[in-house]
Protein backbone atom coordinates (compact mmCIF):
# COMPACT_ATOMS: atom_id res chain seq x y z
CA UNK A 1 0.00 0.00 0.00
CA UNK A 2 1.38 3.37 -1.00
CA UNK A 3 0.99 5.65 2.33
CA UNK A 4 3.16 8.53 1.40
CA UNK A 5 1.64 9.94 -1.73
CA UNK A 6 -0.77 12.74 -2.23
CA UNK A 7 -4.24 11.16 -3.00
CA UNK A 8 -4.97 10.12 -6.21
CA UNK A 9 -8.84 10.64 -5.47
CA UNK A 10 -10.33 12.71 -3.29
CA UNK A 11 -14.13 13.79 -2.30
CA UNK A 12 -14.39 17.23 -0.20
CA UNK A 13 -17.60 17.89 1.68
CA UNK A 14 -19.67 16.09 -1.48
CA UNK A 15 -23.38 16.07 -1.24
CA UNK A 16 -26.18 14.65 -3.21
CA UNK A 17 -29.78 15.39 -3.29
CA UNK A 18 -32.59 13.83 -5.16
CA UNK A 19 -35.51 16.74 -4.49
CA UNK A 20 -35.80 16.26 -0.78
CA UNK A 21 -34.23 13.04 -0.64
CA UNK A 22 -30.71 13.49 1.10
CA UNK A 23 -28.44 10.84 -1.15
CA UNK A 24 -24.97 11.90 0.36
CA UNK A 25 -24.38 14.36 3.06
CA UNK A 26 -20.86 15.97 3.26
CA UNK A 27 -18.69 13.00 1.75
CA UNK A 28 -15.04 13.61 2.53
CA UNK A 29 -13.04 10.58 1.37
CA UNK A 30 -9.66 10.06 -0.36
CA UNK A 31 -7.95 7.32 -2.05
CA UNK A 32 -4.09 6.68 -2.65
CA UNK A 33 -2.51 5.43 -5.59
CA UNK A 34 -1.48 1.36 -4.89
CA UNK A 35 -4.28 1.06 -2.39
CA UNK A 36 -7.42 -0.80 -1.96
CA UNK A 37 -10.21 1.01 -0.25
CA UNK A 38 -13.22 -1.23 0.41
CA UNK A 39 -16.73 0.66 0.65
CA UNK A 40 -18.86 -0.96 3.17
CA UNK A 41 -22.99 -0.46 3.67
CA UNK A 42 -26.20 -1.94 3.60
CA UNK A 43 -28.46 -1.39 0.56
CA UNK A 44 -29.19 2.76 0.25
CA UNK A 45 -26.48 3.76 2.23
CA UNK A 46 -25.29 5.77 -0.57
CA UNK A 47 -22.74 3.69 -1.86
CA UNK A 48 -23.85 3.44 -5.77
CA UNK A 49 -24.32 7.09 -5.81
CA UNK A 50 -21.14 7.65 -4.85
CA UNK A 51 -19.74 5.63 -7.01
CA UNK A 52 -21.86 7.39 -10.12
CA UNK A 53 -20.36 10.73 -8.81
CA UNK A 54 -16.36 9.74 -9.18
CA UNK A 55 -17.33 8.14 -12.44
CA UNK A 56 -19.42 10.75 -14.14
CA UNK A 57 -22.54 9.18 -14.13
CA UNK A 58 -23.89 11.17 -11.66
CA UNK A 59 -23.10 15.02 -10.25
CA UNK A 60 -22.82 16.46 -6.70
CA UNK A 61 -25.13 18.66 -5.52
CA UNK A 62 -22.52 20.27 -3.36
CA UNK A 63 -18.65 19.68 -2.76
CA UNK A 64 -15.89 19.16 -5.06
CA UNK A 65 -13.73 16.19 -6.66
CA UNK A 66 -10.06 16.38 -7.03
CA UNK A 67 -8.36 13.76 -8.96
CA UNK A 68 -4.65 13.80 -10.17
CA UNK A 69 -4.34 16.98 -7.77
CA UNK A 70 -7.16 18.87 -10.33
CA UNK A 71 -10.90 19.67 -9.91
CA UNK A 72 -12.86 17.67 -12.12
CA UNK A 73 -16.10 17.90 -13.21
CA UNK A 74 -17.18 15.01 -14.84
CA UNK A 75 -20.56 15.02 -17.49
CA UNK A 76 -20.08 11.74 -18.48
CA UNK A 77 -18.35 8.27 -17.88
CA UNK A 78 -16.51 9.37 -21.02
CA UNK A 79 -14.98 11.54 -18.98
CA UNK A 80 -13.57 9.63 -16.38
CA UNK A 81 -12.82 7.24 -18.21
CA UNK A 82 -10.75 9.14 -20.65
CA UNK A 83 -8.85 10.39 -17.35
CA UNK A 84 -7.95 6.73 -16.23
CA UNK A 85 -11.33 5.64 -13.96
CA UNK A 86 -13.09 2.51 -14.78
CA UNK A 87 -16.01 1.23 -13.09
CA UNK A 88 -16.14 -2.85 -13.46
CA UNK A 89 -19.98 -3.76 -12.56
CA UNK A 90 -21.83 -7.34 -12.07
CA UNK A 91 -22.42 -7.85 -15.78
CA UNK A 92 -19.31 -6.55 -17.48
CA UNK A 93 -18.67 -5.15 -20.81
CA UNK A 94 -17.52 -7.45 -22.87
CA UNK A 95 -18.53 -8.90 -26.05
CA UNK A 96 -19.79 -12.18 -25.76
CA UNK A 97 -19.49 -13.03 -29.58
CA UNK A 98 -15.94 -12.38 -29.78
CA UNK A 99 -12.60 -13.66 -28.73
CA UNK A 100 -10.18 -12.83 -25.48
CA UNK A 101 -8.00 -10.53 -27.79
CA UNK A 102 -10.93 -8.66 -29.93
CA UNK A 103 -12.21 -7.78 -26.19
CA UNK A 104 -8.74 -6.67 -25.24
CA UNK A 105 -8.38 -4.36 -28.36
CA UNK A 106 -12.04 -3.08 -28.36
CA UNK A 107 -11.77 -0.03 -29.88
CA UNK A 108 -8.01 0.05 -30.22
CA UNK A 109 -7.28 -2.25 -32.53
CA UNK A 110 -4.07 -2.33 -34.54
CA UNK A 111 -4.38 -2.28 -38.42
CA UNK A 112 -2.69 -1.91 -41.21
CA UNK A 113 -3.17 -0.67 -44.91
CA UNK A 114 -3.23 -3.07 -47.97
CA UNK A 115 -3.72 -1.60 -50.82
CA UNK A 116 -5.24 1.43 -49.04
CA UNK A 117 -8.09 -1.16 -47.57
CA UNK A 118 -7.17 -1.48 -43.06
CA UNK A 119 -6.44 -5.11 -42.01
CA UNK A 120 -6.26 -6.25 -38.62
CA UNK A 121 -2.55 -6.87 -37.31
CA UNK A 122 -3.70 -10.06 -35.56
CA UNK A 123 -0.89 -11.81 -34.66
CA UNK A 124 0.52 -8.42 -33.10
CA UNK A 125 -2.31 -8.11 -31.14
CA UNK A 126 -2.50 -11.38 -30.21
CA UNK A 127 1.11 -11.51 -28.93
CA UNK A 128 0.16 -8.38 -26.90
CA UNK A 129 -2.99 -9.57 -25.07
CA UNK A 130 -0.95 -13.14 -24.21
CA UNK A 131 1.89 -10.75 -22.60
CA UNK A 132 -0.13 -8.75 -21.22
CA UNK A 133 -2.44 -11.51 -19.27
CA UNK A 134 0.48 -13.17 -18.45
CA UNK A 135 1.73 -10.38 -17.08
CA UNK A 136 -1.64 -10.22 -14.89
CA UNK A 137 -1.59 -13.71 -13.81
CA UNK A 138 -4.55 -14.64 -15.82
CA UNK A 139 -4.84 -17.82 -17.07
CA UNK A 140 -6.51 -18.54 -20.48
CA UNK A 141 -6.72 -21.69 -22.52
CA UNK A 142 -6.39 -19.81 -25.18
CA UNK A 143 -6.83 -15.92 -26.38
CA UNK A 144 -8.69 -17.38 -29.60
CA UNK A 145 -11.79 -18.55 -26.78
CA UNK A 146 -14.54 -16.48 -27.27
CA UNK A 147 -15.32 -14.80 -24.06
CA UNK A 148 -18.96 -16.92 -23.86
CA UNK A 149 -17.38 -19.69 -23.24
CA UNK A 150 -15.37 -18.79 -20.26
CA UNK A 151 -16.05 -18.61 -16.71
CA UNK A 152 -17.17 -15.48 -14.68
CA UNK A 153 -13.88 -15.03 -12.80
CA UNK A 154 -12.06 -15.09 -15.86
CA UNK A 155 -14.08 -12.47 -17.98
CA UNK A 156 -13.80 -10.66 -14.86
CA UNK A 157 -9.73 -10.96 -15.44
CA UNK A 158 -9.76 -10.12 -18.78
CA UNK A 159 -11.43 -6.74 -17.64
CA UNK A 160 -8.90 -5.84 -15.53
CA UNK A 161 -5.89 -7.11 -17.25
CA UNK A 162 -7.01 -4.64 -20.28
CA UNK A 163 -7.63 -1.43 -18.10
CA UNK A 164 -4.29 -1.97 -16.59
CA UNK A 165 -2.84 -2.55 -20.00
CA UNK A 166 -4.32 0.37 -21.52
CA UNK A 167 -3.00 2.64 -18.74
CA UNK A 168 -6.13 3.06 -16.04
CA UNK A 169 -5.13 4.70 -12.98
CA UNK A 170 -8.05 4.10 -10.70
CA UNK A 171 -10.68 1.10 -10.96
CA UNK A 172 -14.06 0.56 -9.16
CA UNK A 173 -15.47 -2.39 -8.29
CA UNK A 174 -19.33 -2.87 -7.97
CA UNK A 175 -19.90 -6.31 -6.20
CA UNK A 176 -17.53 -8.36 -8.37
CA UNK A 177 -18.26 -11.59 -6.83
CA UNK A 178 -21.52 -12.02 -6.45
CA UNK A 179 -21.69 -14.52 -8.91
CA UNK A 180 -18.77 -16.10 -8.72
CA UNK A 181 -18.00 -19.79 -7.20
CA UNK A 182 -15.76 -19.79 -4.48
CA UNK A 183 -12.01 -20.45 -6.46
CA UNK A 184 -13.22 -18.08 -9.17
CA UNK A 185 -13.25 -15.62 -6.18
CA UNK A 186 -10.01 -16.27 -5.00
CA UNK A 187 -8.40 -15.99 -8.12
CA UNK A 188 -10.49 -12.14 -8.15
CA UNK A 189 -8.88 -11.06 -4.85
CA UNK A 190 -5.59 -11.75 -6.10
CA UNK A 191 -6.14 -9.93 -9.75
CA UNK A 192 -7.35 -7.00 -7.13
CA UNK A 193 -3.49 -7.41 -4.93
CA UNK A 194 -2.01 -7.37 -8.15
CA UNK A 195 -3.95 -4.15 -9.87
CA UNK A 196 -3.03 -2.88 -6.49
CA UNK A 197 0.24 -3.82 -6.60
CA UNK A 198 0.79 -2.05 -9.95
CA UNK A 199 -0.06 1.47 -8.30
CA UNK A 200 -3.38 1.22 -9.83
CA UNK A 201 -6.11 2.59 -6.80
CA UNK A 202 -9.15 0.58 -6.14
CA UNK A 203 -12.50 1.15 -4.39
CA UNK A 204 -14.22 -2.39 -3.98
CA UNK A 205 -18.30 -2.30 -2.62
CA UNK A 206 -18.82 -5.54 -1.78
CA UNK A 207 -21.13 -7.24 1.59
CA UNK A 208 -18.85 -9.68 1.91
CA UNK A 209 -16.96 -8.82 5.25
CA UNK A 210 -14.69 -11.47 4.81
CA UNK A 211 -13.81 -10.31 1.14
CA UNK A 212 -12.80 -6.52 2.24
CA UNK A 213 -10.80 -7.82 5.21
CA UNK A 214 -8.40 -10.22 3.12
CA UNK A 215 -7.95 -7.52 0.38
CA UNK A 216 -8.20 -3.90 1.71
CA UNK A 217 -6.08 -1.62 3.22
CA UNK A 218 -8.90 0.41 4.08
CA UNK A 219 -12.71 0.40 5.00
CA UNK A 220 -15.10 2.99 4.75
CA UNK A 221 -18.67 2.29 5.85
CA UNK A 222 -21.97 4.45 4.48
CA UNK A 223 -25.24 4.82 6.68
CA UNK A 224 -27.88 7.13 5.54
CA UNK A 225 -25.54 8.71 2.99
CA UNK A 226 -22.87 9.55 5.56
CA UNK A 227 -19.69 8.30 6.72
CA UNK A 228 -20.04 6.42 10.10
CA UNK A 229 -16.16 4.99 9.60
CA UNK A 230 -12.80 5.17 8.13
CA UNK A 231 -10.70 3.04 9.51
CA UNK A 232 -7.18 0.86 8.12
CA UNK A 233 -8.07 -2.52 8.12
CA UNK A 234 -5.56 -3.86 10.02
CA UNK A 235 -6.52 -2.27 13.16
CA UNK A 236 -10.25 -2.61 12.57
CA UNK A 237 -12.23 -5.92 13.24
CA UNK A 238 -15.28 -6.99 11.11
CA UNK A 239 -17.52 -7.18 14.61
CA UNK A 240 -16.49 -3.05 14.80
CA UNK A 241 -17.41 -2.69 11.44
CA UNK A 242 -20.53 -4.19 11.89
CA UNK A 243 -21.31 -1.97 14.11
CA UNK A 244 -20.65 0.75 12.10
CA UNK A 245 -22.98 -0.49 9.74
CA UNK A 246 -25.90 -1.00 11.86
CA UNK A 247 -24.84 2.47 13.91
CA UNK A 248 -24.19 1.14 17.11
CA UNK A 249 -21.31 2.92 17.09
CA UNK A 250 -20.40 7.00 16.66
CA UNK A 251 -18.31 7.90 13.75
CA UNK A 252 -14.76 6.53 13.53
CA UNK A 253 -11.99 8.32 11.79
CA UNK A 254 -9.08 7.01 11.32
Known amino acids: ?84 IETVYQDLSLCMNVDVVANFFMGRELTRRILGVPVLREREMQAITERALSAAGTRIPSVRTNAEHLSGGQRQAIELSRFVHWGGKMVMLDEPFAALGVEQTRRGLEMIARV ?50 TGDVSQRVA
Open 1 to 84: MNTESTPLVELRGVCKYFGSVVALKDITVSVRAGEVLALLGDNGAGKSTLIKIISGGLQPTAGRVVFDGEDCHFTSPADSKARG
Open 196 to 245: RDQGVAVILITHNMTHAFQVADRIVVLRHGRITGDVATAESSPEEVVRMI
